[in-house]
Nanobody, 119 residues
Framework: QVHLVESGGGLVQAGGSLRLSCAASAIVFSNYHMDWYRQAPGKQRELVATTTSGVIPTYTDSVKGRFTISRDNAKNMVFLQMNSLKVEDTGVYYC?????????????WGQGTQVTVSS
């Protein structure tokens, strides 16, 4: 059974940093696109960053230059380094693993980790 488990969330003051981690199990990790999403209270879930093996990562405009997504295929983990945090970065952060194979697609989500940025 596939599991994605996020960790590293917490309460931080504006301007501070956090590093989120997501550990995946029961998948061939290198085959998957790995995303970080976030959902602020009362808002829709939005894509923050994506990493695909061998491809330059992509970011939503609001986090470019502040957040860095990375992956360790040997450890089945993906990370999100968040610097210069802003109050508007507050939300629940989710890890997602997705892949398209010849006969099926797979899509898995973690349970989320709360990030709260105070002013």
């Amino acid at each position: 059974q596939v599991h994605l488990v996020e960790s590293g969330g917490g309460l931080v003051q504006a301007g501070g940093s956090l590093r989120l981690s997501c550990a995946a199990s029961a998948i061939v990790f290198s085959n998957y696109h790995m995303d970080w999403y976030r959902q602020a209270p009362g808002k829709q879930r939005e894509l923050v960053a994506t990493t695909t093996s061998g491809v330059i990562p992509t970011y939503t405009d609001s986090v470019k230059g502040r957040f860095t997504i990375s992956r360790d295929n040997a450890k089945n983990m993906v990370f999100l380094q968040m610097n210069s945090l802003k109050v508007e970065d507050t939300g629940v952060y989710y890890c997602r693993a997705r892949a398209a194979f010849r006969w099926r697609t797979e899509d898995y989500w973690g349970q989320g980790t709360q990030v709260t940025v105070s002013s």
